[in-house]
Nanobody, 123 residues
């Protein structure tokens, strides 16, 4: 089992920035692709971004490209999501997820999930 704990959410004004962290409880962290997803009230959970185990490969949803950056520190078993130029429509609960190295943009590809952290962007 892999436990994931997100942190860093909060309330920010539009145009502001937040940095989310997700700490994993596994000695094989580098084996896992890591993803960030988000779910707004009344909506489905949507893909935001993913990063390969080595960090060499990343992918982003179109609506966050150029604003969000995913990174990871395998020595710290942690993945990060730097969010800049935040918009009210970015308001959601953000979840990190861990899956096999082949994991991509689909939530079903990931085996482990954190409890989520709330991000609220005010206009």
């Amino acid at each position: 089992q892999v436990q994931l704990v997100e942190s860093g959410g909060g309330l920010v004004q539009a145009g502001g920035s937040l940095r989310l962290s997700c700490a994993a409880s596994t000695r094989t962290f580098a084996w896992f692709a890591m993803g960030w997803f988000r779910q707004a009230p009344g909506k489905e959970r949507d893909f935001v971004t993913t990063i390969s185990g080595s960090g060499a490969r990343t992918a982003y949803a179109d609506h966050v490209k150029g604003r969000f950056t995913i990174s990871r520190d395998n020595a710290k078993n942690t993945v990060y999501l730097q969010m800049n130029s935040l918009k009210p429509e970015d308001t959601a609960v953000y979840y990190c997820a861990a899956g096999p190295s082949s994991s991509g943009t689909g939530s079903a590809e990931y085996d482990y999930w954190g409890q989520g952290t709330q991000v609220t962007v005010s206009s």
